[in-house]
């Protein structure tokens, strides 16, 4: 009997280990959460599952999973080199060995080949889960519009396109494919991720927040990285100015020890730094245990270079000058170009302020605004560095040139909180 995955891609591997493997399939690609449990078992189940072994690699690397990476990526090659696998399956394991040593182009080209390997295609775009594997956006909006003829209406795929949509400022398109995609799967994390950006882009901040304050605790309540959408939730309360809310949140759905590995840094430790930068923000907590959580290694040699623009605003709210040169160091010297070009001169930036120098680091930030995207991840996250940046105009006195940022950003939405900042620029 032939096994094949809901796509109707064949796996050579037993009955036992592809059901389980399907269904963990599945749950990786709604963001349920089980998903990366049910890839481990499946080669449990069957030791010689090549792509059991590659799934597994590719979580560890990629979702901050606590996986043996390289021993994964071991046995799958090496299987993957045994009778009786399909060229695809092969290509799979090749892709994913390749992306995991920092070389994107298998992947891209298995998906050209392969456009319904989801598994491959949901890595390979930039969301919620996964990093990427382009640094132009066009590029990874051109994979996703590849696929599409092969996924028709499919809910899963509706979803990712209904991302893709929000990015390209396509807001009313996105909202409808997330809704769509919903009512065939209420649970679909992907499209609640793209209706939760829509919501916040276009300023529906009261709208958004009723949404996904019912979600989370409904339908999405299975989601893996929850915390993520809870920090969506809380942006709209930050944006607002509700510094209750933001607290509220914060102690029931955010504090570090209830995240998982690198989300503590991404979604807490954010969310912090960006909190303790609002106007007549007080009793902010601190960092320590989002660090603690995060394992000080991710702050100092991140794993991608989204981590890293993360790590560096987090020493600086630290005030941990010495990490910043370690970072600084470490990207600088790093084979990927992303975490040269962009993370090391972050960290170098971030330095100058940490050090009392907020005009040359405000300067320096302003050079890098053109190539920030490259590190991957949301223009809402990517605002992070914005909003330092204002922070360090408004300390060295360069109040115009603040002004003219928060004004930039009130262009693009509604914000009670920026407009408080703004008047705080007029003193």
């Keep these: 009997m032939t096994l094949r995955d809901r796509y109707g891609l064949r796996l050579t591997t037993t009955a036992e280990a592809a059901a389980v493997y399907t269904r963990g399939l599945d749950d990786v690609l709604a963001l349920r959460t089980g998903g990366v449990e049910a890839l481990a078992t499946s080669v449990v189940l069957d030791p010689t599952f090549a792509l059991g072994h590659a799934a597994l690699a590719l979580a560890g690397h990629d979702l901050c999973i606590d996986v043996d990476v390289a021993a994964r990526l071991a046995d799958a090659e090496r299987l993957a080199a045994a009778p009786g696998l399909t060229d695809r399956e092969r290509s799979h394991v090749h892709a994913v060995a390749a992306h995991v040593r920092g070389d994107h182009r298998p992947l891209v080209d298995h998906l050209a080949a392969h456009p319904l390997d989801a598994l491959l295609l949901t890595a390979a775009v930039p969301t919620i889960a996964f990093a990427g594997v382009t640094e132009v956006p066009e590029e990874a909006w051109a994979i996703v519009e590849t696929a599409r003829p092969a996924y028709g209406d499919d809910w899963w795929f509706s979803g990712l396109l209904a991302f893709v949509r929000q990015e390209q400022g396509r807001f009313e398109e996105a909202f409808d494919l997330s809704c769509r995609s919903l009512a065939e799967h209420p649970g679909a994390g992907h499209s609640a991720h793209a209706r ?186 990517r605002e992070l560095v914005e909003e330092v940046r204002i922070a360090a105009l408004l300390r060295a006195d360069r109040w115009d040139e603040a002004r003219l940022l928060i004004d930039r950003r009130l262009d693009r939405r509604p914000s009670p909180r920026d407009a408080a900042w703004r008047l705080s620029t007029t003193g």
């Design 196 to 381: 939760a950006h829509v919501h916040y882009e276009t300023g529906d901040h009261h709208a958004g927040l009723d949404w996904m304050d019912a979600w989370v605790v409904g339908d999405g309540a299975r989601t893996q990285s929850l915390s993520h959408f809870s920090w969506h939730a809380a942006l709209h309360e930050l944006s607002l100015g509700d510094l209750d809310a933001v607290r509220r949140r914060y102690e029931t759905q955010l504090r570090p020890e209830d995240a998982a590995g690198c989300r503590a840094l991404v979604d807490t430790g954010s969310l912090l730094v960006r909190w303790a930068l609002t106007p007549h923000a007080e009793r902010v907590p601190g960092l320590d245990d989002v660090v603690a959580v995060a394992g000080r290694p991710t702050l100092t040699r991140p794993a991608t270079p989204f981590l890293g623009m993360h790590a560096a605003v987090v020493l600086l709210a630290l005030g941990d000058r010495a990490g910043l040169v370690s970072l600084a160091g470490w990207a600088g010297d790093h084979d990927h170009p992303v975490h040269r070009d962009v993370v090391a001169p972050l960290a170098r930036a971030l330095g100058m302020i940490a050090a009392g120098r907020p005009s040359a680091g405000a300067a320096a930030l302003a050079t890098l605004e053109s190539s920030l995207w490259r590190v991957g991840g949301s223009d809402a996250q």
